[in-house]
């Protein structure tokens, strides 16, 4: 099965960096995912790591690394607009190599 | 054009009613996904086709039956639903299968069985 850790609620100011963390296990590791999504909205795409190291796409960064089971999401420079669920998202071979989603993090961006 | 549409954004229906909810995609993808999402829980993949295919059905109850009519519409069948499968219905599609594709979400179907 699959095993996907997240916290569930992050609170940050207007113009801070804030690091949301996801661990997880799996028996077929084969990529992980960020999505963003807003209430009531579906989940946009945000990163894609399937190699160690850290992406980066402008005020997002999201780092993994396989033999720790780690990947965690940093937003720079926060914007009030960025107060939404972040979900961690795996892909498992040894599961169709579909999508198993973490809880996700309601992150809450105050002035 | 990046975009799943869904229809209707929301559906309210009784246990006996049957409906169906649709899902579009034109960015060519041949991998197509049902979730299931209740208030403050993650997405539950429920149906997955692929090539039109249906490719995982995550044991989902008969009352849910899926039909992709071709590589570009998704549909969800309901029947004699229950309150407790009220929730978001999202559907997703993707390049394919395999490694690095990300999932394109619709806006979901809002659906309320009382």
């Known amino acids: 099965g699959q095993n996907i850790d997240q916290p569930t609620e992050m609170t940050a100011t207007e113009g801070a960096i804030v690091q949301i963390n996801c661990t997880y296990q799996?028996?077929?590791?084969?990529?992980l995912f960020w999505y963003q999504q807003h209430a009531g909205e579906a989940p946009t795409f945000l990163s894609y790591n399937v190699l160690d190291g850290l992406e980066e796409k402008g005020r997002f960064s999201s780092f993994l690394s396989r033999s720790k089971g780690y990947s965690y999401l940093l937003l720079k420079e926060l914007q009030m607009k960025d107060s939404a669920s972040y979900l961690c998202a795996v892909r498992d071979l040894a599961g169709a190599n579909n999508l198993f989603f973490g809880t996700g993090t309601r992150l809450t961006v105050i002035p | 054009d990046t975009e799943v549409t869904q229809t209707p954004k929301h559906l309210v229906m009784g246990m006996t009613n049957k409906k169906s909810l649709k899902c579009e995609q034109h960015m060519g993808h041949r991998a197509m996904y049902w979730y299931k999402q209740k208030a403050k829980k993650p997405p539950e993949l429920m149906f997955v086709?692929?090539?039109?295919?249906?490719?995982i059905n995550e044991s989902v109850p008969s009352r849910f039956s899926p039909e992709c009519p071709n590589s570009s519409l998704l549909n969800l069948h309901l029947h004699a639903l229950q309150p407790e499968d009220s929730a978001l219905y999202l559907c997703a599609s993707s390049q394919g299968l395999g490694e690095g594709y990300e999932q394109y979400f619709g806006p979901g179907t809002r659906l309320t069985v009382t």
């Open positions: 086709y692929s090539y039109e295919k249906l490719s």
């Open positions: 799996t028996s077929g590791f084969n990529g």
